[in-house]
T-cell receptor, first 115, second 117 residues
Framework: GNSVTQMEGPVTLSEEAFLTINCTYTATGYPSLFWYVQYPGEGLQLLLKATKADDKGSNKGFEATYRKETTSFHLEKGSVQVSDSAVYFC??????????????FGKGTKLSVIP | DTAVSQTPKYLVTQMGNDKSIKCEQNLGHDTMYWYKQDSKKFLKIMFSYNNKELIINETVPNRFSPKSPDKAHLNLHINSLELGDSAVYFCASSQEDLWGVSTDTQYFGPGTRLTVL
């Protein structure tokens, strides 16, 4: 079956520190990979995505590269801000047939950035 | 303008009751989804639905049923609520491409926090 494993949190960093959140996956075929972010009290927002091997998704200073050889999609940001404090979810989306994608999520990593 | 909206935001109810959560999307999308997020923040798909087919996660109890009055709405009905149903429920939607295949980017609502006492 499909699964996503991401690093356990919580992660606490000082402002302007470098961020890496590891994500590895197991899937059949060629899934699309995503990072979603959930700010406190809000729903999930798509942060970035990559649809094929070696693609790099990027948004708001965050980046992740689809590595098929290591089945990984690690999230990175060079300099975090307090406003980046949130829960980050890695997810994959294989095509599930009948015109529908069903996302499989990792367990989420809570990031706290302190001034 | 809210793209995917849910009501209510909070729902507190007694065990054994029947309740509904509403979801509406104004994005013109063809496929909608329901997810459950437990107390440890773990997210799991419950249903996906378009005008052609309902796909049900086999682990979802049949006390849960999605109902779609039209393409823009997918409501979640829950019968005989149990303590373990307490969670945050998220609705989401995605677009279909020209070939009628849903694209994989999903847009989420703000969530409904259900508490069963």
């Amino acid at each position: 079956g499909n699964s996503v494993t991401q690093m356990e949190g919580p992660v606490t960093l000082s402002e302007e520190a470098f961020l890496t959140i590891n994500c590895t996956y197991t899937a059949t075929g060629y899934p699309s990979l995503f990072w979603y972010v959930q700010y406190p009290g809000e729903g999930l927002q798509l942060l970035l995505k990559a649809t094929k091997a070696d693609d790099k998704g990027s948004n708001k200073g965050f980046e992740a590269t689809y590595r098929k050889e290591t089945t990984s999609f690690h999230l990175e940001k060079g300099s975090v801000q307090v406003s980046d404090s949130a829960v980050y979810f890695c997810a994959l989306s294989p095509y599930s047939g009948a015109g529908s994608y069903q996302l499989t999520f990792g367990k989420g990593t809570k990031l706290s950035v302190i001034p | 303008d809210t793209a995917v909206s849910q009501t209510p935001k909070y729902l507190v109810t007694q065990m054994g009751n029947d309740k509904s959560i509403k979801c509406e999307q104004n994005l013109g999308h063809d496929t909608m989804y329901w997810y459950k997020q437990d107390s440890k923040k773990f997210l799991k798909i419950m249903f996906s639905y378009n005008n052609k087919e309902l796909i049900i996660n086999e682990t979802v109890p049949n006390r849960f049923s999605p109902k779609s009055p039209d393409k823009a709405h997918l409501n979640l009905h829950i019968n005989s609520l149990e303590l373990g149903d307490s969670a945050v429920y998220f609705c989401a939607s995605s677009q279909e491409d020209l070939w009628g295949v849903s694209t994989d980017t999903q847009y989420f609502g703000p969530g409904t926090r259900l508490t069963v006492l």
